[in-house]
């Protein structure tokens, strides 16, 4: 099956084959397609979504995403996958916010009126069916009106050096291909040490979470999620497994998302699942703020 490949090819189907990722990508557009977050595209004859612009953007194909890995990005991938980065993650960056907010709030009814809400040690949850997803008003068209930008350098409200949606969607970035850890965050204390990488373990703040990807070699190449990517990661893993993901009063941690930024009110974005409030929620906190029961999840683009 493989006869007249080059070296590099064999090398990459090796990876593919590793990663199982024709798998992964077929169980990612099932879950995105069976929750809405995708639709049919009358001009592209596809499924995908309609960007914040009202342009189509199909869902990337198997074959494009493995063309996407060159032999430099090669390396960084193999680097990664032995570090623990196994799960793909595809995030609809063109889709409004807002319509991918309503999708998730939409996931999580479904699976309570079906009794299948469960913390990732498969403990039931509750949900207020009235109230279940707390988001903060910010949040509302914050990536249409650019006040949510992606990818910032630092936390500083006026050189924070980040993009906004639009900006991404113009170089190219509609969807990203990620690879993520399929884990919880560890308490401090408790990460592991995999392929002589430590696990990013809570209290710490987002600053210094964007520093470690910045700085600290073991960290290279990984950047923060973003909403989009923590929503997407929510969706998917909801239909997947019935899990919701950072139950930081469970097995999880409230997720630091270092990957976006509010420079105007300096907040960076978080997710969670709170059981006393019986909601998921989507808020922020300062760049600086630290807390036990706070972490951060990173990633790597394929």
């Not at 990337?60 to 793909?88: D, V």
Request: proline content about 5%; glycine content about 8%.
């Amino acid at each position: 099956m493989n006869e007249g490949l080059q070296p590099f090819e064999l090398q990459r189907e090796a990876l593919a084959e590793r990663l199982k990722l024709r798998d992964q990508w077929e169980a990612q557009v099932k879950a995105l397609n069976e929750t809405g977050v995708l639709e049919i595209l009358p001009e592209a004859q596809d499924i995908g979504v309609i960007g914040i612009d009202g342009k189509e953007y199909p869902i990337p194909k198997y074959n494009e995403i493995l063309s996407q890995i060159t032999p430099e990005k090669m390396e960084i991938l193999e680097k990664k996958l032995e570090q623990g980065f196994s799960k793909l993650l595809m995030v609809p960056m063109a889709m409004p916010l807002d319509v991918l907010i309503d999708r998730y709030k939409r996931e999580l009814l479904k699976h309570a009126s079906e009794g299948k809400l469960l913390s990732t040690d498969n403990t039931p949850l509750d949900l207020n069916p009235e109230d279940p997803l707390y988001a903060w008003d910010q949040y509302k068209k914050a990536d249409i009106e650019g006040r949510l930008v992606y990818y910032p350098k630092q936390f500083d409200k006026t050189n924070h050096q980040g993009q906004t949606k639009q900006e991404l969607i113009d170089q190219g970035d509609g969807w990203e291909v990620r690879l993520i850890e399929d884990i919880d965050i560890p308490a401090q204390g408790q990460g592991q040490t995999i392929g002589e990488r430590k696990q990013l373990e809570a209290n710490h703040t987002s600053i210094e979470y964007l520093k470690a990807t910045q700085e600290d070699i073991q960290y290279q190449e990984e950047q923060g999620l973003t909403p989009e990517g923590w929503l997407t990661k929510a969706i998917s893993r909801l239909h997947e497994t019935n899990q919701q993901i950072d139950d930081y009063q469970g097995k999880g941690k409230l997720c630091y998302m270092f990957g976006s930024y509010f420079p105007a009110v300096s907040r960076v974005p978080r997710g969670y699942f709170n059981r006393h409030g019986r909601q998921a929620g989507l808020d922020r906190d300062d760049p600086d703020n630290r807390g036990s029961n706070c972490g951060a999840c990173s990633s790597v683009k394929i």
